[in-house]
């Protein structure tokens, strides 16, 4: 499918690359987005970009909206080759099958498709796992990719980087919660998404991190600058841990003291495609060295 | 300083917007009547943008702790200066201590309390607008209570030409039960049959009683989605989609069941098909259209959202010549 270009209104562009989701596609996504930063287009507010689409914002009392589509096709086509993208490995620490998300799931049992057990045993159910640390080693063994950033500050889709036939599914709730915990870790179609503020939602409840991952206070070095943890194009690892280790987190978090675990590296998306788990546990190797 | 007596129903602190952070999920934000929100700030003497208390359906009390010029535009309501009632689209001159009083909403939804000056709270990522929903912003992120104090800036303009500044009635915006949105359809409307589009055009759309500063639920005909096996990642139902970025202004149809019209405290993105954009200078229509109020659709094209825009632009430029202002430097904001 050729990229389609359209208007949103006087002020946004949006452009559709597919109208299904790949990986593959969204490296090219963020590549294209990374260089319309880099190009500076007088008029340009900022580009936004999602799984298989990105959003423009301008300011067409600046800049002309058909000239800007055109100079946007133009790099479209600059950036068909990508060496490398930059993308962050960040470890997030999760306490899986927790007491807040059982409660909260117990509280809206009527709007689930199987209140009789909890989220997590409903996705191990229908992804066919038999063996609850089985299924937790799946849903954590391999870093999710950020590929968008938005919804309210701070979420993140992120999708794990295995081949599709290995993904893990959820559908969403028959009816979305009108509450979620803070820092519920989630599955919803083929993403996990973390739930930055406590709120409505409908993905499917299975741990929870002690980690913020949007702070309004700025109380923690890490997030002052952006006030949110994830860039699009993050590898998120999500990291098993017990309940000692989870209060000794929120601790810190709680102190202001908590740093986060963050690798800087250069990933190459032609690697990655051609040798999916190797590359990936060289990069994780070389980030433990860090 | 600007001290609070009584909060309002939902009184917040709000400027032009904080435009750059929609990549990270934070909307802009920002005054919902933009054309009222300027004519008051340039009543008092300020630059378009500067920071003021957005009013929703009923009003605070509050004091000044000196000498001030305030004016109220916007929604129609009750004003008082120490229980004399006064009109809006004014500059008033308020003295230390004077208690103004602002009243329940009689049409329309939000007004503005504009004050010389401006309020001078610390921005944050560019911007003192409220974010209610993630608690950003404003004062604490959250709507204004009794006791809350908020530092007002120098004014920028000589006191003395502000009084008896008051807007030309015939340049104050007229509010109407039933509004017309000017809209660019796209996005991801081939999601609908052509049927359902031309219905969604031609049909009055309720504003129902769910209608925020995120955005406003409409009701009307239900819609139909085009027949397809759902593509990989989207989500079975068909309103579905692989999840998007939602423009300011965009319509989308959760379900098919209802619309929903993202405002500026929109949500970012999400997995629902959007339909199309209503233009930004009409998103000031909507955000005085009330609950059970009636609005209506016409499709446009972007040279004519375009020539929209600069008429709106331009309207604001003879408030502000009406106001004998020379200096127009900024007078578009952003």
Sequence with gaps: MEPRYDFGGDEYIFVEFDIEMSLELNFKILSVCQQIDRDKIEGVIEVCPANNSYLLHYNPDRIDPQRLVKQLREIEHSAEHIESLSSRLVDIPVLYDDPWSKECAARFGERHQDPSITNLEYLMKINGFTDKDEFIAAHSGVPYWVSMVGFVPGTAWGYQMVPRERAIQAPKYVRPRTDTPERTVSQGGAFMAIYPVRGPGGYQLMGQTPVPIYDPTGSLVDLRERYILAIAGDRWKLRPIEMDEFESIRREVEAGTYRYKIVEQEFRPAEYLRDTDRYLKRLQTAAERC | ?334
């Design chain 2, 1 to 334: 300083m600007l001290k609070i007596i009584q909060g309002g129903l939902q009184t917040t602190v709000q400027d032009g917007g904080r435009f750059g952070w929609y990549h990270i999920g934070m909307p802009p934000a920002g005054a919902m009547d933009q054309f009222s929100f300027r004519v008051g700030n340039l009543l008092v003497g300020n630059a378009v943008d500067a920071a003021s208390l957005e009013i929703t359906f009923a009003g605070p009390t509050f004091e000044t702790t000196e000498d001030a010029f305030v004016a109220v535009t916007g929604a129609n309501l009750p004003v008082r200066i120490n229980d004399k009632q006064v009109p809006q689209w004014v500059a008033h001159h308020v003295r230390k201590g004077d208690r103004i009083s602002c009243g329940q909403v009689q049409y329309g939804v939000r007004a503005y309390v504009t004050i010389a000056g401006g309020i001078q709270i610390p921005p944050l990522l560019g911007s003192r607008s409220t974010y209610l929903l993630a608690r950003f912003g404003g004062v604490e992120g959250r709507r204004l209570q009794a006791e809350d104090t908020l530092p007002i800036g120098t004014p920028g303009t000589q006191a003395e030409s502000l009084v008896h500044r008051r807007l030309d009635t015939r340049l104050v915006p007229k509010l109407q039960r039933e509004t017309e949105l000017r809209i660019i359809m796209g996005l991801c409307s081939y999601r609908l049959t052509d049927e359902t589009v031309a219905e969604f055009l031609s049909s009055t759309w309720e504003v129902s009683n769910e209608a925020d500063r995120v955005g406003y639920r409409l009701h009307g005909p239900i819609f139909k989605f085009k027949e397809r096996e759902q593509p990989f990642g989207a989500g079975s139902n068909p309103s579905n989609v692989v999840d998007v970025g939602y423009p300011v202004g965009s319509i989308q149809v959760p379900g098919g069941q209802e619309a929903i019209l993202l405002m500026r405290d929109a949500v970012t993105g999400g997995g629902y098909a959007t339909i199309g954009t209503v233009i930004q200078c009409d998103l000031d229509l909507v955000a005085q259209a009330e609950p059970g109020s009636k609005v209506r659709f016409r499709a446009v094209d972007i040279e004519q959202a375009l020539r929209a825009r600069h008429e709106n632009a331009a309207r604001l430029a003879m408030v502000a010549d009406s106001l004998s202002l020379f200096d127009r430097v900024g007078l578009l904001g952003q």
